[in-house]
Nanobody, 111 residues
Framework: QVQLVESGGGLVQPGGSLRLSCAAS????????MRWYRRAPGKERELVAAISSAGTTNYADSARGRFTISRDNAKSTVYLQMNSLKVEDTAVYYCYFANSWGQGTQVTVSS
């Protein structure tokens, strides 16, 4: 059974940083692409970043240059380092794999 548990969200001022973590279990983590999505208030859920098993990364235009996705296969964990945060980054951030979602972690960027 796939389980995804996100953590690391919180309240941060514009320009600040946060690192999100997603601990995965129930599958062979190291061989699969992992993804981070977010859902902002009143908006559709959108893909933020993805990382393949080989470490190839892809980013939404809104995240490129500010966010970094990474993974630690030994810990079955995927990370999202978010820098230079903006008010418009406020959203619930979700880890995703194979039609399974975590519970999400709230990121609020506000002064």
């Amino acid at each position: 059974q796939v389980q995804l548990v996100e953590s690391g969200g919180g309240l941060v001022q514009p320009g600040g940083s946060l690192r999100l973590s997603c601990a995965a279990s129930g599958f062979t983590f190291s061989i699969y692409t992992m993804r981070w999505y977010r859902r902002a208030p009143g908006k559709e859920r959108e893909l933020v970043a993805a990382i393949s098993s080989a470490g190839t990364t892809n980013y939404a235009d809104s995240a490129r240059g500010r966010f970094t996705i990474s993974r630690d296969n030994a810990k079955s964990t995927v990370y999202l380092q978010m820098n230079s945060l903006k008010v418009e980054d406020t959203a619930v951030y979700y880890c995703y794999f194979a039609n399974s979602w975590g519970q999400g972690t709230q990121v609020t960027v506000s002064s």
